[in-house]
């Protein structure tokens, strides 16, 4: 096999690549957005699909034709030849995305108590080409997060917040990690992006919206509102973007006081939060703060960390994945849902407006 390397962060919305030689040298970084997405813009959907159609490979399929492109392309730079130059592939993703690639029925993912389609890391092949993909440490705290907080070295007091389609969050208490999952929808990457409006930008507006009285916090709208949707700078909020923004929002609030309470870690006893994902990379923390997303009193303990789950992939398909393995079978998964106090706190925070712990 060649010198280079691929790690991949597959997520959801879009798709990671970076290719390195065999010394961990970063020398080309590649992205897409996920094909996958014309069969559903969440996993929800895109599980709804596959077991209506079972058999059927084309999710598969169009997202392996965009890597091999991808791939492909990325060894042109460097002067090299696809597949006979790559040495190996590794993939951090969620459980899903990695049941999906793998062609797992993922029925199980859909309903509690939530198993999981594959249990130990995969070891296959991909364009002839051996591929890793890592497993989590449960059915909705994948390797992208276990591996976000790995690479981070997340210490005492410290929480990485992957913010996504999935809300992932891991803390680390008395040695201990604790991690979590929000169901946060297409709120965060999806819900206006048809219109090339993302995420971040529609945190802003609302934001925006909210500073200057033309929104209320309960997120009631006039008849004209909910008719016209808001305008604001040639960006128009629908009814149906606030309350996913709503529920979003009031999903991560929730699971992060939740996880602390688990944890057994007060509020003021958190030191940083780690802000991982694309989606935090463009996040404006003050409107973040301003909607309630973020509590006000963690504002200046907020770090933006990046694409943790790409940097956990490339220093894996370098270093082996022992001690990745190692850090992911320490986290101790909260499962929420159900619980009484989680689901009084979800519906309680259903406003938009500055909170705190």
């Known amino acids: 096999m060649g010198d280079f390397y691929a790690a991949i962060d597959l997520g959801t919305t879009s798709v990671e690549v970076s290719l390195l030689r065999t010394d961990g040298s970063v020398t080309a970084k590649s ?47 460097n002067k090299a030849a696809f597949p006979v130059d790559l040495n190996r592939i590794l993939v951090t993703c969620n459980t899903v995305m990695g049941s999906l690639f793998l062609g797992y ?25 051996p591929m890793t993909i890592p497993v989590g440490a449960s059915a909705f705290l994948g390797s992208d997060a276990c591996g976000g907080a790995w690479v981070l070295g997340l210490g005492e007091g410290e929480v990485l917040m992957d913010l996504g389609t999935n809300g992932e969050m891991i803390v680390c208490h008395d040695g201990i990690f604790h991690g979590a999952s929000a169901a946060c929808g297409p709120a965060f990457e999806n819900c206006t992006r048809s219109r090339g409006i993302y995420g971040s930008t529609t945190i802003s507006v609302l934001a925006n919206l909210l500073r200057q009285g033309k929104l209320r916090e309960d997120g009631v709208l006039t008849e004209e509102q909910a008719r016209d949707g808001i305008e604001f700078r040639g960006i128009r909020i629908t009814a149906k973007i606030l309350h996913e923004i709503q529920l979003a929002s009031a999903a991560i609030y929730a699971t992060y006081a939740m996880l602390l309470k688990r944890a057994g870690l007060a509020a003021g006893d958190v030191k940083k939060i780690c802000l991982a994902g694309g989606f935090g990379f463009h996040l404006s923390l003050r ?71």
């Open 31 to 77: 992205g897409f957005a996920n094909p996958q997405s014309r069969f559903g813009s969440d996993v929800i959907s895109r599980m709804t699909y596959q077991q209506k159609h079972p058999g059927d490979t084309a999710m598969q399929d169009c997202l392996k034709n965009e890597l091999r492109d991808t791939l492909s392309k990325m060894l042109s730079w």
């Open 105 to 129: 029925d993922t029925g199980m993912l859909g309903q509690a108590p939530f198993g999981m389609p594959f249990s130990k890391n995969e070891e296959t092949n991909l364009f002839g080409v």
């Open 287 to 357: 409107d973040a703060v301003t909607i309630g997303l973020i509590p006000e009193e963690m504002l200046d303990r907020v770090t933006i960390a990046g694409n943790t789950s790409l940097l956990a992939s490339e220093r894996m398909v370098t270093e082996g994945t022992d001690s990745y393995d190692a850090f992911r079978r320490k986290v101790h998964t909260q499962q929420l849902a159900g619980d009484p106090d989680y689901e009084g706190l979800l519906y309680s925070s259903m406003i938009l407006g500055k909170r705190n712990l």
